[in-house]
Each structure stands twice: as structure tokens, then as C-alpha cells.
């Protein structure tokens, strides 16, 4: 195991291993929700996924393909050779290896001493950033000291934009220019988005060199050559932009323009310098989380604080909190895996941290739903539906569904597996109202409603009206979809989408009652013409939808045939360390004819509509379910922990916490390849705030029912409620809430 948690801040890996690369590739990447770059190192290497992808720059590769975030250029790629020898840890031999992530400056290092196979000997160290301060700006710093004799250093770096997304090539080659024999821009421009990227950088070295300009296919770099005395440190440093026509800041301006203010930003930032742009970042980090919404928890388990901190870094370079016409995708900015796309990960599983500790990202999140709403409401009329549907996997605002057709190997038919969440998995639809409704009863913001949550409602209970179909009971049903377990397809009365969709429709009812009542009566003037609003035809199908209950035994079924299908021992796959491992010997047709489950299905349910079953239901639910489900999506550990808090069960509680944190962390080398896991990162502070502290916003108040782990002494966390920032301290004594002026109040108790 080469990762190693000893530092409360830091991630750090003390061997390189080759075979494994993506792992510190994607946990330790950088951003600021404009950019996400993965941290490959300076060299290449064999195996390694080099990603920078900029929010919302969506590109679609061909016809046969979806709209996918493309790939961008890599401006972190240097070539060194020293005296003569490529630097590459894969040869010569590593004397000391560390490479670490800060998490609370947000700086990468690398500390090297690498001999080469001349036998001659190196101390490296490359540390890097990307700006929190400055969204465009990625500044490198290496230092390379001879440590044996004198030694000639040959260096090349500048723009690579040959990059690709694992093959699809998204640029056209643009203009190619160095400014001042200094200042390097590439121009490249998606291929049907027709986005211009502008990429600029500079290098500087601390000793004389000799310095040579070039440029081939797709490419603009300088080489260097320069002498270095034995035990003499020369430092490199190299300071980048990126910015795009897509930028919100300076959409207005030509091609041209943009390449001007590119340079002007450039050489801002160069004059600033490889320690400014670190010191601003970091006061930025400061600002917005470290000292701003710190989670603190007092335990002699350093893995525990680190990862939740590791949760609070992700989430906040994950969010293009800049620009409301984007969203999180599922591996946030960190990797091509789920082509950038964003899923109902968002609402159920990220959207909690944004709304109780960064409520202007949660707003602007929610707002990407509402400017997609044409795209929802085109995918409905597609289908033969009303109102508003939103895709299972949503890019650019306009793009409507983007979920690929077709996966991995199909182990029986070695065709291609297809997907079909694209079509079936419509409870994503529940799950943005979901969104906006715990959005709104944490922060109050009518203005949000009035503006755009309304008619989100409002038009996805017509989606649910037209789509609920009348069954030989005289009840409505959902037939055909695919649950959040999606090792079931095709399937009919999902409870999960039952629920939910009637409760969609409950709710447009209540809001629909609450604003006649009100002096609010514009939002139907502005509404009435553009959507239906008939709240008797939503009642009227609300009493009539079928929502499967507590069997005799207490079992939900989680949809119509589920309790009949045949049982298998699930032991190994229940046992693995790699996810999927049942597809390795049965196909999703036969997956779907067994009692198991990918995820928590019901037992989500159970989560987020506490208060339609009974503690024993849970119980019983938990125990029927629990040995069923694989856990071969991220997103299932989280609310399993949470409802084991729920349940008094602070031991099991705390395993499955452990596990969720694991899914990034843990010593499974290859599980974030394709990038970080942003629902279960999510997840990860929900276990903590909702699961070890207990905290819930019920009606007009919160609830707070803690559940520490036995080795946690204390836990202080942050939360906005109603526009207020309130402290929660939770001991195992009892728990404080307390507000500036505000005095502590007792457990269980509500400040409202
Ligand atoms: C899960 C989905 C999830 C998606 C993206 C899938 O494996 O089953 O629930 O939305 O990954 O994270």
C-alpha cells in the first residue's frame, strides 16, 4: 500500500508504482470548478490518464457518439534530460519518492531523488497549483539540484494539445503563437460546439540558457539548455492560462480579444509568480472552506479527519460555482469516466453539502436545472409526454439526454452491453424536485421558488401526470424503468419511483395551494400560457397512484416481481474488492432474474422519506435488503451508514462510513481511474452531518440526534439555515447549536 495518511492535511504516496497511476491521478487532482486537472507528473509515462477539462466546454466527438468534456491541452508536461538522460522514474533507480497533496493549501508536491543509470544522482521536487483565486491560472514550480557533479539540463515544455479523450480528438488546430519570443498561445476549437479554447504559458528558468522556439502538429513549446553546477539548485517555473469562448466573463469578445486579455492575464500572473499565485489561492482556500465552514472533529484517527477534509477539497474544486449554466459531473472535473456528465448524483447526494454549507453553489446548481428545462420538456414530448423529464444524464444546457447506448462486454453474448438508464431511469425527475425542495426548506429563498423552483414543480408533476398509466386495478402505475438499483431493468411499480412520483405531484399541490393563498399570485401570471397548472388533476392523481408498502413481513417490495425472483449465494461478490465482479459471470438479463441489488433502493427511500415508515419497517428493510445489495455503485455506502445511524447502530455506522471514505482513499488501486467518486464524496459528509450527528431539517425546525463514533470526542461543523451560519458542536454528552450572540441550547432541541 503506497498511500499514506499520517498528515491531517495531507495525501501522500511514498512509491511510485507505474501500474497504478490513475489512483493519485484522480484522488489528488486539482481545480477550482472552472478547471479540474489530474495530477499526472511533469514526464510522461506509459499508462497515465494526463485530463484537463474545463467546465461545461461540452463536445460531441461524432454521430455515433454523446457529447462528452473534452480533454483539453496539457500545459504540465516537461521533458528533462540531464546530461544526456531522460529523467524518468522508470529508469536509473528512485533513491526517496513522495508525492503529496496539501489539502489545505491545495498544492501538489513531488520530492524526488533519482539517480540515473550512469549512476549519477538528482534532488527534484515539482510542486504545482491550481488557482482558487484566478479560475484560469495553473502555476508550476520544479527545482533540480545536481547532487554528484556538474550536469547539462535540457528541458522542452509549452502547450500540448494532442490530447484526446481516450482516441476522440474534440480540437481543430488554431492559431499558434509566441508573443515577445516569450509567451506561448494555442488556439483550439471543438469540433462541433465550435468552443475556442486559448491556451498561454510562460517559462522561466533561474540560470542562463539557451533557448529555441518550435511548433509542430498541435504543439508549441521552447527548449532550454542550460549547465548546472554540482549542488547548484535551478529552479523552472512555469505559469499557464486557459480561458474559452464559453468563459461567461468575456463571452462578448471576438476570437482575437479573448487571445489579448488571455496574454494581459498571463502576464498578470507571471508577474505574480509561481508564490503569489500560491499565497492567493491559499487565502482563497481559507476563505471559502478552511476557515470559513471547517468540519472539526477531535479523534486520535488521523484517515477520519483527513477524509472528511479530503470530501470538503473535492467538493469544492468539483462545483462550477462561477457559472450557472453548468453542473457537477460524476467524476467531477477529475477524469473522462462518465464523459463530464451530471446525474441525479447532484441532488441526492452532493446537493446537501452546497445547501447547508455553501448555499450560493447549491442556488446556482439548481438554477442548471431550471435553464435545462427545454431540454426536459423536449424529452418528454419525445416520449409522448407533458411537462418536464429530465435526462438521465445531462451535459450542456441544450443537449437534452446524453446517456451513451451501449457499455461494457456482454459476458453471454459478447456483444456490447446496452444501456438503457437513458430511457428508463426516470427518477431523476423526482430527484431535482427533491433538490429544490430541501434547498428551500433549509434556506427559505423565495425568490429562487418564485423565479424558477415553481415551475419546476410544478411542470415535472405534469411529466408524472401523463406518465402514470391506469392498471386493471383501477390504480396508476409507472410501469417499465429502471429504480436506482440498476441491476434491474424493465421493471414495473418501482417503489422508489412510485414514491417519489407521487410525492412530486403532492407537493405541486401544496405549493400550489400555499401560493393561491398568498400575494404571490404573479408566479401564475407569469406561469398560466407557459405550463399547465391544473392542481386538481395532480391531486386526482396523486390518490390514485400506487405506491408499494410494508408487506406482512414489513418487506417494501422494491417493484412488482423483485420477492419472487429466484436467490443466489451472493457471498463472493459480496466478499470483493473490485466492483461489478457479478458481470464477470452472469449477464444484466440475468442479473436482473436474482434477488440482488447494485445500490440502496428501498433502503434510500426509507433515507429520504423518513417519515412514511415506521422504525421497525426500516429494521425489517434493512435486514432483507442489506445482504442483497452489492454495493457496486459508489453512491450505496453513505446511505447505508446513515440509516445504521439512524438506527443506533454507531459501530456499523462508522464500518460503512469507513468503506464510503475508502471508495477514493482505500487500497483499491484502481478504483478512481477514471476519476473521483463525486456522489459518495458527497455521501461521505452526509454519513457525518446526517448519519454521526443526526442532523435533519424537518418542518420549521431541525432535528439533531447524534450518533458519534465511540473514538470521535468531539465533532464542530457549520450550517446555513435560513441565511443565518449556525455552529453545531456534538460531544457525547449532547450537543450545541449556537449562532453569533446566540446562546448553546440543549440536545434535541431547535432554534427556530
Ligand atoms: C450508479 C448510478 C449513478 C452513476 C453515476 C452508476 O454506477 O448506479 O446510480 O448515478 O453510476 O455515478
Known sequence: MAMIYKDPWVLKENKFDHLHLGKTEAIMSQGNGY?????????????????????????????????????????????????????????????????????????LKRSIVWCSDK???????????????????????????????DTTLSLACGINAQITNSGSQHFSEGAKRFYEKRYMQLVATTTESKIDFVFSTDTTLSVNSKKQIAMNRRRIFSKY?????????????KISTVHTTRDKQTENLSLEQLQEFALKNLKQQVTLGYAGILQDSKTRWDELVWQNIPIEIETDNIKDILAVRFAQYHLQIMAPAHDNRMNIGAKGLSGEGYKGHTFWDTEIFALPYYIFSQPSTALSLLQYRYLSLPGARQKAADGGYKGAQYPW??????????????????????????????????????????????????????????????????????F???????????????????????????????????????WNLLLAVEYYNKLQGSDVSDVFERLKGKISLDCKLWEDKASKTYVPMPNERGIIPQNRTFLDLKQIDLTKYKNQTQVGTIYKDYNQHQICNMQVCKQADVLLLILLMENLFSPKAKQANWNY??????????????????????????DLAYELFERACNIDMGENMSSSNEGIHAGSIGGIWQCVVFGFAGFRVTENTIRLAPKLPK?????????????????????????????????????NSSPF
Open 35 to 107: 478547471m479540474g486537472l489530474r495530477a499526472c507528473a511533469e514526464e510522461r509515462y506509459t499508462g497515465e490518464c494526463r485530463g484537463l477539462f474545463v467546465s461545461g466546454t461540452f463536445n460531441k466527438f461524432d454521430e455515433t457518439e454523446v457529447t462528452e468534456l473534452p480533454n483539453c491541452a496539457d500545459m504540465t508536461e516537461m521533458e528533462i534530460f540531464l546530461n544526456g538522460k531522460l529523467f524518468s522514474l522508470q529508469k536509473g533507480n528512485i533513491k526517496s519518492y513522495s508525492k503529496e497533496l496539501c489539502l489545505k493549501s491545495g498544492e
Open 119 to 149: 549512476g549519477e544522482r538528482y534532488n527534484l521536487s515539482f510542486l504545482r497549483i491550481v488557482s482558487l483565486k484566478n479560475l484560469h491560472t495553473i502555476a508550476q514550480k520544479v527545482t533540480i539540484t545536481p547532487l554528484s557533479g
Open 225 to 237: 539548455d542550460a549547465y548546472v553546477a554540482k549542488g547548484q539548485t535551478v529552479t523552472i517555473e
Open 393 to 462: 444524464e445531462s451535459a450542456w444546457l441544450t443537449d437534452g439526454e446524453v446517456t451513451p447506448l451501449f457499455g461494457g462486454a456482454d459476458i453471454v453474448t459478447g456483444l456490447p452491453t446496452p444501456i438503457l438508464t437513458g430511457q428508463l431511469e426516470i427518477h431523476i425527475t423526482c430527484d431535482v424536485v427533491y433538490g429544490i425542495w430541501q434547498y428551500y426548506k433549509a434556506s427559505q429563498d423565495e425568490s429562487f421558488m418564485r423565479e424558477y423552483g415553481y415551475e419546476i414543480v410544478f411542470d415535472c408533476a405534469n
Open 464 to 502: 408524472w401526470a401523463s406518465r402514470l398509466q391506469e392498471g386493471s386495478d383501477g390504480l396508476l402505475h409507472i410501469n417499465n424503468v429502471i429504480g436506482p438499483d440498476e441491476y434491474k431493468d424493465g421493471i414495473d411499480d418501482d417503489a422508489f419511483t412510485n414514491h417519489f412520483a407521487k
Open 625 to 650: 435488503y442489506e445482504p442483497r445489495t452489492l454495493h457496486d455503485s459508489s453512491l450505496s455506502l453513505s446511505t447505508h451508514s446513515i440509516l445504521a445511524s439512524d438506527m443506533g447502530q454507531e
Open 711 to 747: 473514538h470521535w470526542r468531539s465533532l464542530n461543523f457549520y450550517l446555513w439555515l435560513k441565511g443565518e451560519k449556525i455552529k453545531v458542536t456534538v460531544t457525547h454528552k449532547g450537543v450545541d447549536v449556537s449562532k453569533e450572540g446566540y446562546i448553546a441550547i440543549p440536545l
